[in-house]
Each structure stands twice: as structure tokens, then as C-alpha cells.
């Protein structure tokens, strides 16, 4: 999986980001807001339900994707497109 940023929108303390994960060959797409400062660095990514459908059709957890995607946000392992 690759964590694909779009577009980000920073304050001081919180980032909204647009994105997508590549699984596949396919994009799906996931809105989310980064923050750190107050117990350290944390990110919370949302799928629509249309986007959680096509996981599961592709044979995926999407609650399990979601963490996964999170976990590589925080670390870093994401690509920014411009």
C-alpha cells in the first residue's frame, strides 16, 4: 500500500489533508486532519462509504487499512504529489 498526499491545508497545531491510498493499482480516496503538540503526533483519516465498499470488494478490512494508513502518516512513509 502507498499513502499518496494531494493536498494540505496547515495551521499552527492542525493539518487537513486530502489523499489517497494506492492498493492494487487502485486509488481510494480519504480525507483527514493531522495534529500534534498536545500528546504528541497523531492523524485521523476518513473513507466514505463508497470507498469502504470498493475495499471490501477488493477483499480488504477497511478498518484495518485505515490503521495501517494512519500508522504510516505519523511515520512518514507517504508521498507527496504536487
Known amino acids: 500500500m502507498k499513502v499518496c498526499i494531494t493536498h494540505i491545508k496547515a495551521s499552527e497545531i492542525t493539518s487537513i489533508i486530502k489523499g489517497y491510498l ?14 500534534g503538540r498536545i ?3 497523531n492523524v485521523n ?4 462509504k463508497k ?11 477497511p478498518e484495518e487499512v485505515i490503521i495501517k494508513a494512519q ?6 512513509d507517504i508521498e507527496i504529489i504536487k
Not at 483519516?45 to 466514505?48: A, M, T
Not at 469502504?52 to 477488493?58: D, Q
Not at 500508522?71 to 512518514?76: A, S, V
Open 71 to 76: 500508522r504510516m502518516l505519523i511515520e512518514g
Open 39 to 41: 500528546g504528541g503526533h
Open 22 to 35: 494506492l492498493i492494487n493499482e487502485e486509488k481510494i480516496k480519504f480525507n483527514g486532519i493531522a495534529f
Open 51 to 61: 470507498e469502504e465498499r470498493r475495499l471490501e470488494e477488493l477483499g480488504y478490512n
Open 45 to 48: 483519516i476518513k473513507l466514505s
